[in-house]
């Protein structure tokens, strides 16, 4: 029997990074599809999408992913999440709004981007890339003009804040290495 990494990364090949995440606490409703979809031979989340032949199905099962690492992250303080969650994160919001689910997009970024910028940072921070930094304040920015609440202003400053340091610091590392 496939493992639940082993399935999740056959529909989400792009996040190898969930090979990583201990999945033995997450349930879901489809595992049998999972495994039927993985036996078929099939890959990718487009394949997966017209296997199962529920768009709303697909997104449902891909939110209850994204919950799980992050209720993983927060509550276990899971390093191994952060990546995935992110990169999760993203697959959706293109995955939600090509296929008209913008209501449940919006639904999303209201509710998660201020993990997103969290995450972001803590990636950020340990040089593991600072695109994370910089897509987390595009979506603040985004929040905050969808939603125009002082809250996403303030992760928008936060997210911008951190980027300054991180490039002062690459700047100042920078001057160091050409005065040696």
Request: charged share 30%; hydrophobic share 40%.
């Amino acid at each position: 029997m496939p493992r639940m990494n082993e399935l999740l990364i056959n529909v989400l090949p792009e996040i190898p990074e969930l090979e990583g995440v201990d999945f033995s606490a997450y349930h879901t409703p489809h595992i049998e599809l999972l495994k039927a979809f993985k036996e078929s031979g099939k890959r990718g989340l487009s394949e997966f999408a017209e296997f199962a032949g529920d768009r709303a199905l697909v997104g449902r099962f891909l939110i209850s992913v994204l919950q799980y690492l992050l209720i993983r992250y927060r509550r276990f303080e899971d390093e191994s999440t952060e990546i995935p969650a992110f990169k999760l994160f993203l697959t959706l919001k293109g995955w939600l709004k090509e296929h008209g689910f913008e209501k449940d997009y919006r639904k999303l970024l209201h509710s998660f981007t201020g993990y997103i910028v969290e995450i972001a940072e803590r990636i950020a921070l340990r040089g593991l890339g600072i695109v994370y930094l910089e897509e987390a304040r595009k979506l603040a920015i985004e929040a905050e003009e969808t939603f125009g609440e002082e809250y996403f202003t303030m992760l928008k400053e936060r997210a911008e804040e951190s980027l300054n340091v991180l490039y002062e610091q690459h700047t100042e590392k920078g001057k160091g290495e050409r005065e040696c």
